[in-house]
């Protein structure tokens, strides 16, 4: 899907950058199993403003200096041979992410005003009946480290009402809720239409994405939507940001799995596999 206003860049490579554009140098990011687009965006930070990162991926469950490449069929191997130190899913929730305090891009499958969210289930009757209407990937840590992060930041590759809802189905993900001790709700969010904060503790638009609307933002969130004063048009790539990404840190275009869906995402994983094998 190709940008309207800009035939040089694509809505993939404007989410990777705004991304990558929200990581500082000496960090240390968290990337999770299925997280393409936050995978490249830690590789282009690294590779213009951010040299100095510590990697830790849950693919390989480890520590790394020396991120793995983008890939399907190697990346594991990648991880595991570049690891520093391989600790384990749960002592990674449990022990190490609290201490590290990370920064991790999470992605929402239902997320509310406030900034809560839902990587479980669809169905309002489903912590009842455990027969949800459809079943999301799953909160994998989720519920536990977002409770006590100050740093929760989050993305959206498809923006629309399914996704932004008054009421979630299910809370996996905790946001600016009265229940909260420890932490802070999300900060950050964005979607293939705009950039958001939370100022206030609810949903605000600071940008739009160029050939986009504010009212079409609008029209596509199930909430009332707050706009900063001072919102402007999204600054896309440069074009060293589109080199990177398009020949050295993603040639094979897996980033674009996350915005694809049915025949076309796996057309598009059928070529990535086949390029992979030679």
């Known amino acids: 899907m190709m940008m309207a206003v800009n035939q ?5 490579d404007l989410l990777v950058t705004c991304i990558a554009r929200q990581v500082h140098d000496g960090e240390v990011v968290a990337q999770g199993l299925a997280t393409p687009l936050v995978a490249a965006a830690y590789l282009l930070a690294r590779r ?13 469950q480890g ?15 990648l991880w595991l041979d570049r690891s520093l130190t391989n600790i384990g899913f749960v002592r990674a929730a449990a022990d190490v992410l609290p201490t590290l305090r990370p920064k991790e891009f999470f992605r929402p499958g239902q997320i509310d005003a406030h900034g809560n969210f839902n990587n479980i289930a669809f169905g309002k009757d489903y912590l009842n009946t455990r027969r949800p209407r459809l079943r999301l ?33 299910v809370c996996s993900g905790l946001g600016h809720h009265p229940a909260r001790t420890r932490g802070a709700g999300p900060r950050y969010l964005v979607s293939d239409l705009g950039q958001f904060d939370f100022a206030n503790g609810r949903m605000r638009l600071i940008s739009y994405h160029p050939g986009v609307s504010i009212e079409k933002i609008r029209s596509l969130t199930g909430f009332a939507l707050e706009i900063a004063e001072e919102v402007c048009e999204t600054p896309p790539p440069n074009q060293e940001d589109l080199r990177l990404l398009r020949e050295e840190i993603d040639p094979l275009g897996i980033r674009r799995l996350e915005t694809l869906s049915g025949a076309g995402r796996n057309a598009l994983l059928r070529e990535i596999l086949r390029r992979e094998r030679g």
């Open 63 to 77: 520590m790394c200096r020396q991120p793995a490449p983008l890939g399907l069929t190697t990346v594991e191997t």
């Open 8 to 12: 040089a860049y694509d809505v993939e």
């Open 48 to 60: 213009t403003h951010a040299p100095h990162l510590y990697f830790v991926s849950a693919i390989g």
């Open 137 to 169: 990937p799953g909160s994998g840590g989720i519920p536990d480290v977002t409770t006590f992060l100050d740093d929760i930041y989050l993305y959206v590759p498809r923006h629309g009402r399914v996704t932004f809802t008054p009421e979630l189905d």
